[in-house]
């Protein structure tokens, strides 16, 4: 193989690259940072990219981008690693691993420094000394804890900031039985805190004290015959039961772990994280790295954990991992160490109850990333796999990127408009819709509507294709200049001749049809018959989206128009009033009889009037007055 010429400026940096630890930035010829990565030995590291070797697919792609590096030096491998992650989020590299699952599972955060504690859900946890207990799959799931945690300890929910220098009124909570009233010094600090033991535990996972004593006021309601409160009582035992049940019971001890296993296809990684608190797995959550298919497992997953771990996301006391690279798992428990700010213990189990526990994320990830890959195959086969076969259908000779249907929308005759709706690759693209008023059409002829939206539609791209091209832009950024590949038309055979005449009209040629909605037929321009699509087919199921899409924003659109016609003041006809204007005034004389009664002084009372605005309206008034 012949060696490759990197430059004489690449060359010379590769050659002086120091044994040292640090951080390496490989940049594309526009100077943006495309890769962020650390090492142990810089020099052996980033030469390695530049050997005539074989790497793997996303590797190779990022090296063909590479026009220049940098170099940061670091005293240790532990401080590489801190910058390399803070590198990454900085400056968001293509080739790097970047989570971009915006999911956000709910805490529960108890901030037990203050005198009087409260419960609440958070969403995100945050180094702010709280105390966060979960993550929880669903808000549900929360509120049900934080409800069946008040029906046994009665914590304020009031956001007051206590102890007060003077007692309050106490709440219904107090009267209720469901707060202990600090703010009203029913209660001593001391007091709160012995409830507080109890909550603490329930959160830890010890859920027998509340079914026991939710148990308890159960059967003391029910005894004195108060059978609706025992009904309450026992749907919340149900409900705790329930989430206990949910939980998978592991054979661990009782400690707080995280379990993370990566599964590829050659083309991505799922990464799942099963999540354990108080020896119960309270659920997971999975991640899509995309172009990460085909790449070390240790090495995804230890980019995996340097992002998720940095974002503020509570780090458990144990955290299992499938595997690490060689040498890493030192520095990465350190690291991890660091970010807790108390002791992690970071292990590769590789037999026993742990190893099945990895096992078992494993398992989930390749689950997941089975599915997301079926999904896709059935996302492709609804959208573009579907415009594809159409074009087939059709006759056409190319893809049919862009398809646009049209519709018309009146009540009779009036206040008649269109709409143009755009698919691209068989998905809604709504920032490409349009909508018309019909201007030259009177009554309901949907046939000459068509005409007239047709026309303007594309003798405004016309002229903005020439000035786009004139100025060398592409005509994909336009309103109008990005024709279509096929074009919908909500109707018959009549529909489609008269649509086709607006476009032979102008000189364009663009593949037309026309979807008759009764029989769901196809009608093409130049043939007496139609075709007939079977109903379970995925692209007759595509024409029929486009089809109901543009009939729903031409109704909307019209109904619009015909909302605001009927809420029509004769106000909104005086220039230089407009809505607040109009408003204000309807309030400050209660009727339109009023306004036109009013006199110059009188207008000039309304808030936001000024002179020029009331003397319109006094004209307005006595040209009334004269009719």
């Not at 390496?24 to 005539?52: E, P, Q």
């Not at 899509?288 to 497992?297: D, F, I, N, T």
Request: hydrophobic share 40%; with cysteine; proline share 4%.
């Amino acid at each position: 193989m012949a060696k490759i010429d990197w430059g004489e400026n690449l060359e010379l940096k590769i050659s002086m690259l120091p044994d040292s630890p640090g951080c390496y930035l490989m940049k594309d010829a526009s100077g943006t940072i495309i890769y962020v990565g650390k090492a142990v030995n810089l020099k052996n590291r980033v030469r390695s990219y530049f050997r005539d070797t074989e790497h793997t697919p996303k590797v190779a792609a990022m090296i063909s981008h590479i026009a220049d590096f940098d170099i940061l030096l670091c005293e240790s491998n532990l401080e590489a690693l801190c910058l390399e992650c803070n590198l990454i989020k900085q400056h968001k590299p293509y080739y790097n691993i970047l989570l971009k699952d915006d999911k956000h599972y709910p805490y529960l955060r108890l901030d037990l420094r203050e005198p009087f504690p409260r419960l609440t859900m958070a969403r995100r946890m945050q180094k702010d000394g709280a105390r966060y207990f979960g993550p929880y799959i669903g808000a549900t799931a929360v509120k049900q804890i934080i409800d069946a945690v008040r029906d046994v300890f009665p914590l304020r929910t009031c956001r007051m900031t206590l102890p007060v220098k003077k007692p309050v009124r106490p709440c219904i909570n107090y009267d209720m039985g469901k707060c202990l009233a600090p703010c009203a010094q029913k209660c001593t600090e001391a007091e709160y805190w012995d409830m507080m033991d109890g909550v603490l535990s329930f959160l830890n996972g010890d859920y027998d004290l509340v079914i026991g004593k939710l148990t308890a006021q159960m059967n003391a309601a029910a005894e004195r015959m108060e059978y609706e409160r025992a009904a309450v009582l026992r749907d919340k035992i149900r409900d705790v039961t329930g989430l206990m049940e949910r939980q998978i019971a592991i054979r661990t001890d009782r400690s707080e772990q995280d379990i993370l296993a990566v599964a590829q296809d050659g083309v991505d990684a799922m990464v799942q994280i099963l999540y354990v608190r108080g020896g119960r797995m309270l659920g997971g959550d999975r991640f899509v790295l995309e172009r990460e298919g085909a790449e070390e497992p240790g090495e995804v997953l230890a980019g995996f954990l340097t992002q998720y771990y940095s974002e503020g996301t509570l780090i458990p006391r144990h955290i299992l991992v499938q595997s690490l690279p060689e040498g890493m798992a030192d520095q990465m428990e350190q690291w991890l160490r660091q970010q807790k700010g108390q002791a992690v213990s970071l292990a590769m189990p590789r037999r026993g109850e742990k190893h099945e526990l990895v096992l078992l994320a494993e398992k989930n990830a390749r689950d997941a990333l089975e599915k997301r890959n079926a999904k896709a195959t059935v996302r492709e086969e609804r959208t573009s796999g579907a415009a594809a076969k159409l074009g087939e259908i059709l006759g056409m000779d190319h893809f049919p990127r862009r398809i646009e249907g049209y519709d018309i929308s009146n009540t009779q005759g009036v206040f008649s408009v269109g709409s143009m709706v755009v698919f691209i690759n068989g998905v809604p693209a709504k920032k490409e819709y349009r909508q018309f008023r019909i201007k030259t059409v009177e009554g309901a002829n949907d046939f000459a509507s068509l005409n007239e939206v047709l026309g303007r539609r594309f003798s405004h791209g016309l002229r903005e294709r020439a000035e786009r091209e004139e100025a060398g832009l592409p005509m994909t950024g336009g309103k109008f200049a990005d024709f279509p590949d096929l074009i919908l038309i909500d109707g018959g055979p009549q529909q489609v001749r008269f649509a086709r005449q607006a476009l032979l009209d102008l000189g364009v040629e663009v593949a037309m049809f026309g979807l008759a909605e009764r029989l769901e037929e196809i009608w093409l321009p130049d043939r007496d018959s139609p075709i007939v699509l079977d109903h379970a087919t995925p692209e007759l199921q595509l024409v029929q989206r486009v089809r109901d899409e543009a009939h729903r924003c031409a109704i909307t659109h019209h109904r619009t128009l015909r909302d605001k016609a009927f809420t029509h003041s004769q106000l909104d006809d005086i220039p230089g009033i407009g809505p607040k204007r109009r408003n204000a005034l309807l309030k400050h004389f209660g009727s339109v009889k009023n306004v036109r009664a009013a006199g110059m002084e009188d207008l000039l009372r309304v808030p936001g009037m000024t002179r020029a605005a009331a003397e319109s309206v006094r004209h307005w008034a006595e040209s009334k007055e004269k009719q």
